[in-house]
């Protein structure tokens, strides 16, 4: 590939739509001849794909652009993305940015870069009204090459929910489907490029082929999961975030079946159920529309279904009015429910949601102490779970080498997104192989054997 000698940095925040299309700018940019650097190295341009779903996100991506302008005084710092679509931080005026890039005119950064750079001039493509409307990234655009083993298809963009305390909606738009062959074109593509893993996306998962705001059609979604799973080199799907909703007995049984290694299943059992909270009162706040028990009820069908699946959940602690009372009944719930792994997040006033303007606003310190607790629940239940796979046989997909307690030793992760190690050099990565899990190299982290 003739280079054009200059190096571009890219920085990715937030959700994993954006690290798929941090992926695709990426090779966009490749292709026209930029060199790829690190962030923490000198580059000519660097890009900050930015995210806005937290008050720490938004502070994030402005000390990355800020971290760039340092780094380089003289580069072009270009900031992408939700933290510039929600026209609340006038990021033109940040002294650190040279060009801000919406959602929509991702697809054609590389182009607005290179006349940036020749012209100093800020040209950016006329739109339809059709694209003015559908902020779907890179529609249409196939990915053709990807170095890495596992790789991100976002299926879908926007969101019609609406929870109080989320700007997403407004930074994204409706919620719109990507066209299934599309789709199946994009993966087969990456599969020639040595791709392996297949991670589904989407900014909300589960309004994928929905047939009206609020009206899932989770067969939409089981169907393109058979159908990718039908591709010869996809070797395992993992989905992103699903809507507690989507989880009914049929659904369950058909992930199941998607599951089966006996029938040659590819889906990982590691399903991402966003909970936020485990108390009825708070989630009606929250705009949320299922019950804790509803919850409990389709976690409770996905564990009938599948051995021991890996669920997995968001929490938000200290939302507006949230009581002592309140989140000891999240805690409990959380106790009971006995999940894999629980990310707490601590409530962000976001400006212009409903939640920032709720009564009952909580203190930093009564937020802190909440999250504090539950971070101690999840690492005694993820330790438990990781436990129960002790001395058995897992199947690991090796990604990278990396250093923990002074070793080094190459990583990877089973169906269940159990985190394994061995020596480093006695596996490649991208290789998928059948391991013992033997023991602990840290609380996060198993140790593997071959598997004789
Ligand atoms: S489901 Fe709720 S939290 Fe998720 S993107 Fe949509 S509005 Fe935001």
Redesign the pocket.
């Known amino acids: 590939m003739k280079k054009n000698g200059k190096r571009v940095a890219v920085h990715n925040l937030g959700c994993k739509v954006n690290s798929y299309e941090a992926e695709l700018m990426l090779r966009d940019l490749e292709a026209r001849g930029y060199e790829i650097v690190p962030f923490e190295e000198t580059a000519d341009v660097y890009i900050v794909n930015t995210c806005t779903?937290t008050q720490i996100a938004d502070k994030k991506s402005r000390q990355m652009l800020h971290r760039a302008r340092r780094r380089n005084p003289d580069a072009l710092v270009v900031a992408a993305g939700c933290y510039v679509e929600t026209g609340e931080h006038a990021i033109e005026e940040d002294g650190s940015v040279d060009l801000a890039i919406t959602n929509r005119e991702k697809p054609f950064i590389a182009g607005i870069v290179e006349t940036y750079l020749e012209t100093g001039e800020i040209r950016k493509p006329v739109m339809t009204d059709e694209q003015e409307n559908d902020r779907t990234c890179f529609s249409g655009q196939i990915l053709t090459s990807c170095s890495t083993e596992r790789a991100f298809i976002r299926i879908q963009d926007g969101?019609?929910?609406?929870?109080s305390?989320?700007?997403?909606?407004y930074a994204?738009g409706r919620a719109r489907s990507r066209d299934r062959d599309e789709i199946l074109r994009e993966v087969h593509a990456l599969t020639e490029s040595g791709v392996r893993e297949i991670v589904i996306s989407g900014?909300?998962l589960s309004s994928y082929g929905q047939l009206a705001p609020q009206r899932f059609n989770s067969r939409a979604l089981t169907d393109l999961l058979g159908r990718i799973a039908e591709i010869d080199g996809v070797k395992r799907i993992r989905l992103g975030?699903l809507?507690p909703r989507l989880i009914d007995a049929e659904t369950a049984r058909e992930l199941g079946r998607l599951c089966d290694p006996a029938e040659g299943g590819k889906l990982c059992p590691h399903f991402h159920l966003?909970l936020?909270s485990g108390c009825d009162e708070t989630l009606r706040r929250m705009?949320?529309h299922y019950t804790a028990a509803e919850y409990a009820a389709g976690a409770a069908l996905l564990r009938e279904a599948i051995d021991r699946p890996a669920l997995t959940t968001d929490v938000i602690t200290g939302f507006p009015g949230e009581t002592e009372e309140e989140f000891e009944q999240t805690r409990r719930f959380l106790g009971e429910l006995a999940l894999y792994e629980i990310h707490v997040f601590p409530y962000s006033v976001r400006k212009g949601t409903v939640a920032a303007t709720l009564p009952g606003q909580n203190p930093r310190s009564v937020k802190e102490a909440r999250s504090a607790v539950l971070l101690a629940l999840t690492a005694a239940q993820a330790r438990a779970y990781r436990e129960s796979f002790l001395g058995q046989e897992a199947e690991v997909l090796w990604e990278e080498e990396e250093e923990i307690t002074g070793r080094r030793v190459l990583t990877g992760h089973t169906r269940r997104y159990i985190k394994a190690a061995v020596p480093a050099g006695s596996r490649r990565p991208g290789d998928i192989t059948a391991v013992k899990l033997s023991g602990f190299l840290t609380d996060e982290v198993m140790t593997a054997t071959a598997e004789q």
């Open positions: 779903v969101c019609d929910q609406f929870c305390y989320c700007v997403i909606p994204r900014i909300h975030s809507e966003s936020q705009n949320r």
